[in-house]
């Protein structure tokens, strides 16, 4: 593990939690949730934690994706301008990631994890029942348009809770059941995380090494996660899951401003 910098014990941690996080992510959404946080505690610079986070992100929602889509949960060809606008975000919102100095995102991402965290606690979800496409129009292109850019920027620029918003936020503007929006969720946020991905790739943000290791791991995990949702739902796991969010978020913000 020289070459990681790490010690043999905290890789091995990092890629427990991603094991629990591709679960968690594929039931939920919000796997990043922790692994961001133990990225940069285990002493990754913020930029290199989140080029890491999206290079193993990025195998647990493309495995959940092609789940979601072997069950006939998620129709592409319906989706495609939340693909194309959600990718435009991607790359924009890592562009912009990039010319924040380390010193700020070290104060900023814990602030952006604690706020997310607070929101999935308060989040309700909605019991819509539909499992019908809404009608193909303007106002739905617009809808996807701008649903996909704004979470695709912010996936860009910090990444943790994209999967919430993304289900939250279907449920809610196209009156879709929680596993046709988590179907929708996975397959974009596969799409700005592959697109954020390329763009630190560019930049030279990624712990190889590190970053396959850990995608194994969430890829193992968001397939279990996957086959879980689609049996049992999420709720029974965000009690939990926050807490332990809450509690790693606030010794990161203990480190960033206190210290």
């Known amino acids: 593990m020289l070459e990681l910098g790490l ?12 094991l629990v996080a591709g679960f968690i992510d594929a039931i939920a959404g919000g796997g990043g949730l922790l692994t961001v946080p ?22 647990g929602s493309c495995a959940a994706a092609i789940t979601f889509y072997k069950k006939r949960l998620f129709n592409p060809k319906f989706w495609w301008r939340s693909f194309l606008f959600t990718a435009i975000g991607a790359i924009c919102g890592t562009l912009v990631v990039n010319v924040i100095s380390t010193a700020w995102l070290d104060k900023l991402l814990p602030v952006v994890i604690i706020f997310t965290a607070i929101y999935s606690i308060f989040s309700k979800t909605q019991e819509h029942t539909g499992e ?98 689609i049996h049992f739902g999420a709720k029974f796991i965000r009690p939990l899951f926050i807490t332990v969010v809450i509690i790693i978020a606030c010794k990161l913000a203990y480190q960033a401003w206190l210290q």
């Open 132 to 229: 019908t496409l809404p009608d193909d129009n303007p106002a739905l292109h617009k809808k996807q348009g701008t649903q996909g850019y704004i979470i695709g920027f912010y996936d860009g620029v910090a990444g943790p809770g994209t999967g919430a918003f993304w289900t939250v936020s279907t449920m809610a503007l196209y009156k879709l059941n929680i596993l046709f929006a988590s179907g929708v969720a996975k397959a974009m946020n596969f799409t700005s995380n592959f697109t954020s991905l390329l763009t630190f790739i560019y930049l030279g943000h990624i712990n190889w090494y590190l970053g396959l290791s850990m995608g194994l791991c969430i890829m193992i995990g968001a397939i279990v996660g996957a086959h879980t949702a």
């Open 7 to 18: 010690e043999p014990s905290v890789f091995i941690i990092l890629c427990s939690v991603a």
């Open 38 to 59: 133990a990225l940069l505690s285990a002493g990754l610079p913020p930029h290199l934690a989140l080029g890491t986070n999206k290079l193993a992100a990025s195998f």
